[in-house]
């Protein structure tokens, strides 16, 4: 279809605002004072949750963007993939979903068809009802979801609250948006390309099945700000975190298109906002590039005792998802430091 081409020129979640620009504006918001707001934007949290009784509070949350395949069955796949996952990092069960279309007149409204059933299918996927949407006349083509899913009040999951002595476990391999980046200019093979595909179709509903049974102390899902970002704000301030390079799962592939230079402009932001707290204790321009990229719908980010993510790890791989334990959480002794993550060779 080469109406789908002219609209995968950047998308996914490469087309975010970087982290610097957005605190810079939302630090200039009042804030709201609700006390069965349970959590809001002030936290950075990946989703809204508001306590309607005590058994019960909705989860809300709002993602969408522009194309990075060429197929618009599987973009609406992979932006609904993404949209949903907000609900999973904060422990919720999804029950409903609002389209989000930004989309031309011009263009074979076959197309537009195509991109709604891929979403409808993963909101069915994951257990929900699509319920309607809207839809604006564009230049350019945006999908997404709003999605609202429960909740028990005291089984929320915050992106805050790592504990020292947690290992850090990764649900899914990271590359997606230097592959995306380098598939558009034809650089990188099919079976590589649909590596990344399949990842990004991958609702994050399976891995948080595998964590329900554990002692989850921090939680997160890893997309724009790259992992690092998202990291960072995992941490607070009374943390830091060792990484160990051997042990992070990379999308087959994107290491060399990294070293080819098949960067985002994403990636380059979260550089700029994250380089002064990350340690490089490795010669590997490729992995620095890699954990500064934007994913599209990447994996969990979890904090948890090593025992349970040992125990659960071959219940993620029985889910197809290539996950592992990549760091370990440290409490922070230099408070004057502003040193936050070391990336290490390995972890003996």
Excluded: W
């Amino acid at each position: 279809m080469t109406d789908t081409i002219t609209f995968c020129r950047g998308g996914g979640c490469t087309a975010k605002l970087g982290p610097g620009v957005l605190k810079k504006v939302l630090e200039k918001l009042p804030k709201a004072y609700d006390p069965n707001l349970l959590s809001g934007f002030d936290h950075n949290e990946d989703a809204a949750v508001y306590r309607l009784r005590d058994d019960l509070a909705i989860v809300q949350t709002l993602d969408f963007f522009p194309p990075m395949v060429e197929d618009p069955y599987t973009f609406g796949q992979i932006a609904a993939a993404n949209a949903l996952s907000d609900i999973y990092a904060m422990g919720g069960e999804v029950k409903t979903a609002l389209n989000i279309v930004c989309f031309p007149e011009h263009m074979d409204l076959n197309i537009l068809g195509a991109i709604l059933q891929g979403g409808n299918d993963k909101v069915t996927e994951a257990g929900g009802v699509l319920a309607g949407g809207h839809s604006i006349q564009d230049s350019d083509i945006k999908y997404g979801l709003s999605v609202t899913g429960t909740i028990h009040p005291d089984r929320i999951l915050s992106n805050c609250g790592c504990k020292p002595g947690d290992v850090l476990l990764l649900t899914k391999p990271l590359g997606t948006g230097i592959l995306c980046t380098a598939a558009r200019l034809k650089a990188v093979s099919s079976e590589q390309f649909q590596s990344a595909v399949k990842s990004m179709t991958t609702l994050n509903k399976y891995a948080a099945e595998a964590l329900a049974s554990c002692q989850v102390h921090a939680c997160t899902d890893v997309t724009g700000f790259g992992l690092i970002g998202h990291l960072l704000e995992m941490l607070g301030e009374e943390n830091c975190a060792d990484l160990y390079a051997d042990q992070i799962p990379i999308l087959p592939g994107a290491k060399d298109c990294a070293e080819e230079f098949y960067l985002t402009a994403g990636g380059q932001r979260n550089r700029n906002h994250g380089q002064n707290r990350v340690a490089f204790l490795t010669s590997d321009f490729s992995l620095e590039e890699i954990l500064y990229d934007p994913q599209t719908s990447g994996g969990l980010l979890v904090s948890l005792p090593e025992e349970d993510a040992l125990r659960i790890l071959p219940s993620l791989e029985g889910f197809g998802l290539k996950g592992n334990i990549i760091g370990t959480v440290i409490q922070r002794e230099a408070k004057d430091s502003t040193e936050k993550i070391r990336v290490l060779p390995s972890r003996s």
